[in-house]
């Protein structure tokens, strides 16, 4: 799995007064700092859109697929689409 940081929180820790002085130590210290930096939210943005060809529903604005439906035909607008993972913003 790949962890993404925020680089402004990586330059704060960069430049941080070290507890060391010599090279190795400043390192090993500036290396555990920024190991430590929580993990960023990279997750795109979306919104669910209409599908105006003729099959209805909504899709996802990020990848494209269709919204979860059920048999009904009534569908699951969810927070989060299900294929791509976007994070779905409000309204259509």
């Not at 070290?18 to 700092?33: A, G, K, Q, W």
């Not at 430590?36 to 494209?64: L, Q, S, Y």
């Not at 969810?78 to 913003?89: F, I, L, Q, R, V």
């Amino acid at each position: 799995m790949v962890d993404y940081i925020e680089r402004e929180a990586a330059i704060r820790e960069m430049y941080k007064e070290p507890s060391y002085y010599d090279p190795v130590n400043i390192l090993t210290e500036v290396r555990d700092r920024i190991k430590a930096i929580p993990a960023a939210d990279v997750r795109p943005v979306g919104k669910w859109i209409a599908v105006t060809n003729g099959r209805g529903g909504h899709e996802c604005g990020v990848c494209h697929d269709y919204a979860p439906s059920f048999q009904d035909g009534s569908e699951r607008l969810s927070n989060y689409c299900p294929n791509c993972g976007a994070a779905m913003s409000e309204g259509e």
